[in-house]
């Protein structure tokens, strides 16, 4: 193994461990599991897409099973991790509950003693006893919890790191600066040439888009589909808000003639730019009807920022309701997740079309082996007539 190999496992290694450690003290219900989701979603995803893949012919088939697979699976297991959360932490409150109660006499007779102390103006005893700590235990499932942690944060950091070298290792690969004769082939050239890089390659972009898809679906919910609605009526109202001002500005007699108005004022410092203004189709009578647009889009635009940001506060208020807030968030994470894939879905597409470019060659032996994000590539049952390929060569 090369002196860059072992310093990255070396890295890789630390950050587990400081995750591990971190996870321990912090315990799993207090953690964040989307690391453990992911690489479970991944495994799983790609054994079984390989599994159905070998047993069906037609592409579009395996690629809306590869996927569907693969989003049930993500869903399934966040699902899964967040109730785990919740019945643990209600076994560990439970189980300090129990504490409390089992060592009440003790707590009380402590207190009285704090109590008698401060009314003898005993001041050593009085100390002594207020620095006494009672920590409500949360038994074994204390230590499920501790274990559970150590081990989740210790693959997120593991994960982490691992996905961070290997997109960076796959970036140059796709540079050339590696490969034999290139300015890095002494330096990363031997892992490159590795049985465990060969290996790993193939799933990088699987792991990826896995990633991508928890993403989506966690914003889409957080956000809701009511917040994803509004933003494109704000977008909608900014549009709307330009248009109907420029309109104004041109083809209301009332506007038009404030901009007469404006460019008489204005005549003797127009006149110095009345040719550059011809030279791009404007009058100056023109230009004065675009200053007094901006000045209405100016105006319209503070009220449309005014309801951006308080209607926004009413649809938080209307999703305080756990029933309103779960349906809300689930058609958005429904609608984010679609728009999102269906990006990606089509510049894939597009990549697609270059395949067979020379320069994509080694950006294609990512995909030999790849069970789910070949899906997307060369595998992408779209097929677009773009002429990328004819410009390229």
């Known amino acids: 193994m090369d002196i860059v190999s072992i310093i990255i496992v070396s890295l890789i290694a630390l950050f587990a461990v400081i995750g591990a450690v971190t996870g321990v003290a912090k315990g799993f219900t207090q953690v964040k599991s989307w690391a453990v989701e992911m690489l479970l979603a991944g495994v799983i995803s790609i054994a079984l897409s390989k599994l159905f893949s070998s047993k069906l012919d037609d ?41 409390y109660y089992e060592h009440y006499d003790e707590i009380e007779g402590n207190t009285e003693q704090i109590l008698s102390a401060l009314g003898k103006e005993d001041t050593k005893t009085y100390n002594k006893l207020t620095k006494r700590k009672f920590r409500q235990s949360g038994g074994a499932w204390g230590v499920v919890d501790r274990v559970f ?9 593991a994960v982490m790191s691992g996905i961070f070298f290997a997109v960076v290792l796959a970036v140059l690969d796709f540079s050339r600066l590696p490969a034999e004769g290139g300015a890095l082939y002494e330096a990363l050239g031997g892992i490159y040439s590795s049985s465990i890089w060969a290996f790993f390659k193939n799933f990088i972009f699987d792991f990826l888009l896995v990633g991508i898809l928890m993403v989506c ?8 589909i009511s917040s994803a609605v509004w933003t494109l009526v704000v977008i909608g109202l900014i549009g709307g808000a330009g248009y109907l001002s420029f309109h104004l500005s ?25 040719g550059i203004l011809e030279g791009v189709g404007l009058t100056t009578l023109k230009l004065c009807e675009i200053l007094i647009g901006i000045g209405i889009f100016a105006l319209m635009l503070v009220a449309v920022i005014l309801i951006a940001v308080f209607v926004p506060r009413l649809i938080d208020r209307a999703r305080d309701s756990v029933i309103v807030r779960s349906i809300d968030g689930v058609f958005g994470a429904i609608i984010f997740t679609a728009v999102c894939f269906g990006i990606i879905f089509m510049l894939g597409a597009v990549l697609k079309t270059i395949y067979e470019v020379q320069f994509m060659d080694v950006f294609n032996a990512y995909f030999e082996k790849s069970g789910i994000a070949t899906w997307i590539y060369d595998k992408n049952p779209v097929n677009l007539d773009l002429p990328l390929k004819d410009l390229l060569t």
Do not use: H
């Open 59 to 99: 592409g579009t088939v395996k690629a809306i099973l590869s996927l569907g697979i693969c989003l049930v699976l993500v869903c399934l297991l966040m699902l899964v991790f967040v109730i785990l959360r919740k019945r643990l932490s209600k076994s560990i409150e439970k189980r300090k509950q129990k504490w």
């Open 250 to 274: 041109t083809t209301v007699p009332s506007f038009v003639s404030v901009a007469g108005n404006l460019e008489a004022k204005l005549a003797d410092k127009l006149a110095g730019v009345a």
């Open 149 to 157: 942690g150590g081990v989740t944060l210790a693959i997120k950091g």
């Open 217 to 224: 679906i966690k914003s889409g919910y957080s956000s809701g």
